[in-house]
């Protein structure tokens, strides 16, 4: 696996002959992945995993994750899987974290229709035919190892998680929901570098596209 040291040393090995926008975002991300490595706290450390995501990918996930099956993020998706060359992701998927995917996938509670049930934005039949199309879908996805959907559907559930913790839906240090904070840190704290590596491994022949956020220089 990689580790921070490699990330550093590979970003600094490449960072004359890569664009600047992706030495941007690989720096970021970067930065945010040694926080969460240096805190014992879950909840944060499920936070800063989610920045180092957000500063590779930088995308507006204003609208929800509604659109995620059939927008940018699944591109990224797929372009990550097609260039990972050493199939450290379909490992990651298929071997080190299967268990932990499946019961994220199974859990109601990293299911954003289930909470706008709950919130009176949907009936109880809505919810669960939701859910049941959920399921049979990574079913299918699980049987065909297909990593690309699902880490599609898998991301959909935890970014109901990120929603809980940073829109203020959890106590922190809550024992409920504890069991899949740590999932999706240990899955996120595995991905991440991966992601970056894959990056850095192809910096001109694809495009990852400017952040949002550029650095200005007064």
């Known amino acids: 696996m990689y580790s921070l040291l490699m990330l550093n040393e590979k970003l600094k090995i490449s960072r004359s002959s890569n664009p600047d926008v992706l030495n941007l975002r690989i720096h970021r991300a970067i930065s945010w992945l040694e926080q969460a490595e240096c805190t014992e706290d879950l909840d944060g450390k499920?936070?800063?995993y989610w920045?180092?995501?957000?500063?590779?990918?930088?995308?507006?996930?204003g609208n929800g994750m509604k659109a995620i099956d059939k927008g940018l993020f699944v591109q990224f998706i797929h372009k990550l899987c097609l260039l990972d060359n050493n199939k450290t992701i379909y490992q990651l998927v298929w071997k080190t974290y299967s268990g932990s995917i499946r019961i994220l996938l199974n859990n109601r509670f990293t299911f954003q229709p289930f909470w706008d049930y709950q919130n009176g934005?949907?009936?109880?039949?809505?919810?669960?035919?939701?859910?049941?199309?959920?399921?049979?879908?990574?079913t299918?996805?699980?049987?065909?190892?297909d990593t690309p959907t699902i880490l599609t559907i898998l991301f959909y559930h935890i970014y109901t998680l990120r929603n809980q913790?940073?829109?203020?839906?959890?106590?922190?240090?809550?024992?409920?929901?504890?069991?899949q904070v740590g999932d999706a840190c240990n899955i996120l704290g595995s991905i991440l570098p991966v992601i970056i590596s894959i990056m850095l491994e192809h910096p001109i022949e694809q495009q990852?596209?400017?952040?949002?956020y550029p650095v200005i220089k007064e």
């Open 165 to 179: 913790i940073v829109h203020g839906g959890a106590t922190h240090g809550s024992s409920i929901n504890r069991d």
């Open 208 to 212: 990852w596209g400017r952040p949002f």
């Open 46 to 48: 499920f936070i800063y």
């Open 121 to 138: 934005l949907l009936e109880k039949q809505g919810w669960e035919a939701q859910f049941e199309i959920n399921i049979k879908r990574a």
């Open 140 to 145: 299918k996805a699980l049987s065909e190892q």
């Open 51 to 61: 920045i180092a995501f957000n500063a590779v990918y930088a995308q507006d996930f």
